[in-house]
């Protein structure tokens, strides 16, 4: 272990040091990108019935941005129903070379935060590999950091993540993409990766919680991964467990944590409660459909990975290239990596190598810095609140949380709002989750007034058809037990931010079935 710590230190000097030298310009790299996407699938199914010989000619041998247009011309856009029924099907099925080259043994099962409950994304052993190594990249991107422990590198990395124990059917195997993934991490990861592979296969959340928490006194963790809800519960666990003041009682060189998929914003402060020194905060971008992005530097949003199996779109995210539900229209407007401009909300099209093509992936982003190609995540297509015009993304949400959190000193794990009739027209339902003593008709004042800051569309409804806004706090463990009513319990599994439709009726009644609301 301690000459794979000194490969790894010596990687990130050197690495480090040659990022700081690279001069490939993004479209150059997006370019080569596609170029090898195209070729590796242009016998398949997929890429025979979309002209992939055309394409690549027009790439090749044409110049500027016109020598995208045929793929855009060629390819329609997908978003998941449409790319499944049509394609992923047969993948799904067991057929051979239908949206990418041989046969996808595994398929990662979408956390069913928006649209579909329960994806199946394919999950090609090319992106098994592109996964890895941009894992390993972000580890490496620790040393545009300053003073990092000596002996950090030396220390154990805590995963806490879905099981590796897949399910197996007709030669395909499915779970969590972070299942799929930890099952195949490089071999020499297995000394630093707990909680081990014995641990990591149990598929029962609790029990899992339950043999982390009695191992950790065994363990030297210095880096720990996982969504911040479920972090947040293993270190109370433990903390509790051993009669902690704090988690770095029992784990003094923790320096490390990383996240994906939800803002740490609202959780922050309840987390650094636990903590016993400052921490560095790293966020990671790893969606089930591949790794997008991850910080590369401190106090930076995350940098697109552009060399790494996936072709981004990005596609404005408004009226002219939605519907009112969040659909994208086929003759949206797309944009390439050059044409984009900060401060822009963006739907994200990606073209990976697990045979997705020009696929919505339904995250929208923001770009803070383009010529470092940083962006923040700013919501979901699906999941934005528009009742009447007040166009309220889940950045928006995040930030009225944390301020809140932050402006009352109060722990809030999890939150989520709904539009509601309210005569003579319209209402906001939030539901925050905190065990704090907190009144809520203050702390929805409070929300009401930072969005009014954050949002200019949302001051303007507020005073003509956004009548009031309604706040209830309940304790986390109805959100949490919510999850497990269906069956969403574990490492990639997000409680939403927005509800609408069905899966609002559904939270409002297993809240009024639990006599929690009156």
């Known amino acids: 272990m301690a000459v794979l710590s000194n490969v790894l230190k010596g990687s990130v000097k050197i690495t480090s040091r040659i990022k700081k030298l690279n001069i490939t310009k ?25 002209g992939f010989d055309d394409i690549l000619n027009q790439l090749l041998f044409e110049k500027g941005n016109n020598r995208f247009s045929a793929f855009k011309e060629n390819v329609p856009i997908f978003d998941y129903n449409s790319l499944y029924e049509q394609w992923w099907q047969r993948c799904h099925k067991g057929e051979e070379n239908i949206c990418w080259p041989g046969k996808i043994k595994y398929f990662a ?84 990766f707990k909680p081990g592979r014995e641990i990591a ?30 972090i947040q519960i293993l270190c109370e666990r433990v903390i509790e467990k051993y009669n902690l003041k704090n ?39 790893l969606a089930s459909e591949g790794f997008i992005a991850y910080q590369a530097r401190p106090n930076a949003n995350l940098q697109l990975i552009l060399n790494n199996g996936i072709f981004f779109e990005f596609v404005p995210f408004n009226e ?71 166009h309220i993304s889940v950045d928006n949400l995040n930030n009225a949380v944390d301020a809140a959190s932050k402006h009352f000193n109060i722990t809030i794990k999890e939150f989520t709002v709904t539009g509601i009739p309210h005569s003579p027209l319209f209402a906001h339902q939030w539901y925050i989750g905190t065990d704090d003593e907190i009144d809520e008709n203050e702390l929805g004042r409070f929300i009401d007034k930072k969005l009014h800051e954050l949002n200019d569309d949302y001051a303007v409804e507020r005073r003509h058809a956004l009548k009031n806004v309604f706040c209830k706090v309940l304790p986390t463990a109805s959100f949490l037990d919510y999850m497990k009513s269906k069956g969403k319990v574990g490492g990639q599994n997000k409680f939403p931010r927005v509800l609408k439709g069905a899966r609002q009726a559904e939270w409002e009644s297993y809240i009024f079935e639990k006599t929690l609301l009156v």
């Open 320 to 390: 002219d290239n939605f519907d009112e539900n969040g659909d994208i229209k086929q003759d949206a407007q797309t944009l390439l990596i050059t044409e984009v401009e900060p401060d822009v909300d963006y739907a994200l099209l990606i073209s990976t190598c697990s045979g997705a093509w020009r696929y919505l992936i339904g995250d929208t982003v923001k770009f803070t810095d383009v010529a470092k190609c940083e962006i923040k995540i700013t919501g979901r297509t699906k999941q934005f609140l528009s009742l009447c015009g007040e």
């Open 247 to 285: 988690i770095h009682e029992i784990w003094p060189n923790l320096s490390v944590y990383g996240w994906g998929g939800v803002s740490f914003e609202p959780y922050k402060n309840g987390f650094e409660k636990l903590m016993g020194k400052p921490m560095i905060y790293i966020e990671t971008y």
């Open 26 to 50: 993004p479209q150059n790299q997006q370019k080569r990108v596609l170029i090898k996407l195209l070729t590796k699938a242009r016998s398949t199914k997929f890429g025979e019935a979309y």
């Open 109 to 192: 099962l979408s956390s069913g935060t928006s649209g579909s409950p329960s994806k199946h994304i394919p999950v090609s052993k090319e992106m098994i590999k592109a996964i890895n190594r941009a894992g390993v990249n972000q580890i490496i991107a620790l040393g545009n950091y300053d003073n990092l422990p000596e002996n950090l590198f030396d220390k154990s990395y805590l995963m806490l993540g879905g099981s590796t124990q897949l399910a197996e059917s007709e030669g395909r195997f499915e779970g969590d993409l972070s299942g799929i993934t930890t099952g195949n991490i490089p071999f020499w990861f297995e000394n630093f």
């Open 201 to 230: 296969q149990v598929k029962d959340w609790e029990q899992k919680l339950q043999e982390i928490t009695n191992n950790a006194p065994n363990w030297d963790i210095g880096f720990l991964a996982g969504v911040p809800a479920w």
